[in-house]
């Protein structure tokens, strides 16, 4: 009796060892079938990748597909993201592919299906790198790019050419925010006039339709960092209102903002929560501190932060991202270097929209007060004219 059962659970063992087909040579490693046994699924595998990894002294391993009976693992040697390369950035009107996910997918910054994006990151962990990657990508588009910049316009003042409005003061990005609501509300009263929720409603006759506005704020922390005096304090607390309202109603007025920062905490007041909120798009590079990582990744799925936490910073540029359908993804960014960025925005000056334009019909917009949020809402994808 004894020797019997001992016999069954040998065979078991046995049969649970995986049947892996041929091993076939891909450009950055190897893959390889495998046939499951009965009762066995694909998530069996999936589980288990990481060990898989280690085991076969693998960067990474993947399910690269599956079907009835049979998955198909796909290893890669080294990390993809060692060396990125992609030869056009601009991908369609308001996306731009910034970089490599570690699945070897382009990643895509689409401004009209994830339309805020907040971006932390330690200085030199490649933040400014993404934001030449963006001008590069969008610079040759049909859109307006606007800047804040509160480190002297050392960040965008190489890009002004293609710029409609550039902010380099505390008072001047009140002004401009204010400016941006006034287009929001001109923009609104277009809508209202046409019935229509959005600027991308295709009722909205093709010659009214208004240009998008990209706006780029780096290092979020100087708008919002408290001053000692009651003028500056006014400021301070209007802009945070301004940004957080742009935030709020831009997505269906074409109006899409990106954000940087090396801190993003509520140390720097209510305003950074609320407008953290609206940012839906996170890039999180390399970070010195778990509590930035937390505030950029949030409630994201644990490995998130580990991941976060293990950027190298012999590897800039690199970042853990969440993008449109939520799911969280390495990534690192081209190489972009200034002159790149500043030969873009030379080369495509003559596409800036004047701020002239852009503000045309603001006189007669009405109170923001006024508005009803209910009545505009965000385009819904399909919507969208390509
Ligand atoms: N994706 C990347 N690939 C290669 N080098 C990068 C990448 N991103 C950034 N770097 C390099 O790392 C350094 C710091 O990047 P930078 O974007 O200036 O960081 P930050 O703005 O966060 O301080 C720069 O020398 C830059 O050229
Ligand atoms: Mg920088």
């Known amino acids: 009796m004894m020797v019997k059962q001992r016999r069954t659970i040998r065979r078991v063992e046995v049969e649970r060892s995986p049947r892996l087909g041929l091993i076939r040579p891909t ?31 693998v960067h990474a391993v993947r399910l690269a597909s599956w079907k009835p009976g049979k998955v198909v693992l796909l290893a890669t040697l080294v990390d993809p993201l060692e060396h990125v390369t992609l030869p056009v950035l601009s991908d369609g009107l308001l996306r731009v592919r910034v970089g490599l996910l570690d699945t070897g997918a382009p990643f895509v910054i689409d401004f009209r299906a994830v339309p805020h994006w907040l971006n932390v990151g330690a200085t030199q962990s490649g933040k400014s790198n993404l934001a030449n990657a963006l001008i590069v990508g969008l610079a040759p588009q049909p859109v307006a790019l606007v800047g804040f910049d509160l480190k002297g316009g050392v960040e965008f003042t190489p890009y002004e050419a293609r710029m409609s409005a550039l902010a380099t003061e505390r ?26 929720k959005n600027i991308w409603h295709s009722r909205l006759p093709e010659s009214e339709r208004p240009v998008p506005i990209v706006v780029l704020v780096d290092e979020v922390a100087e708008l919002f960092l408290m001053a000692d005096k009651k003028k500056e304090q006014e400021e301070v607390s209007a802009v945070a209102t301004r940004l957080l309202r742009i935030a709020q109603l831009g997505r269906a007025f074409g109006i899409y903002l990106k954000v940087c920062g090396q801190r993003v905490g509520s140390d720097l007041g209510p305003g950074v929560t609320a407008l953290r909120a609206q940012l839906t798009g996170r890039i999180c590079h390399m970070v010195n501190d778990e509590e930035t990582a ?3 990744l949030g409630d994201m799925d644990p490995g998130a932060l580990v991941a976060a936490r293990q950027i190298s910073p012999a590897m800039p540029g690199t970042a853990v991202v969440i993008g449109s359908e939520g799911r969280w993804h390495r990534m690192r960014s081209v190489h972009v270097t200034e002159e790149q960025a500043e030969a873009a925005a030379a080369t495509y000056a003559h596409l800036a929209p004047s701020w002239a334009r852009l503000t045309g019909n603001v006189a007669a917009a009405g109170d923001l007060d006024e508005v009803d949020m209910e009545e505009f809402t965000a385009p819904d994808l399909e919507d969208l004219p390509v």
């Open 294 to 296: 937390k505030m950029a």
């Open 27 to 57: 450009r950055l490693g190897f893959r390889v079938s495998v046939r499951l046994h009965d009762g066995q699924t694909p998530e069996d595998y999936t589980r288990v990748l990481d060990k898989l990894a280690h085991a076969w002294k």
């Open 171 to 196: 008072a001047e990005c009140a002004e401009l925010l204010a400016e941006l609501i006034g287009i929001i509300m001109a923009r609104m009263a277009l809508c209202r006039a046409h019935r229509v």
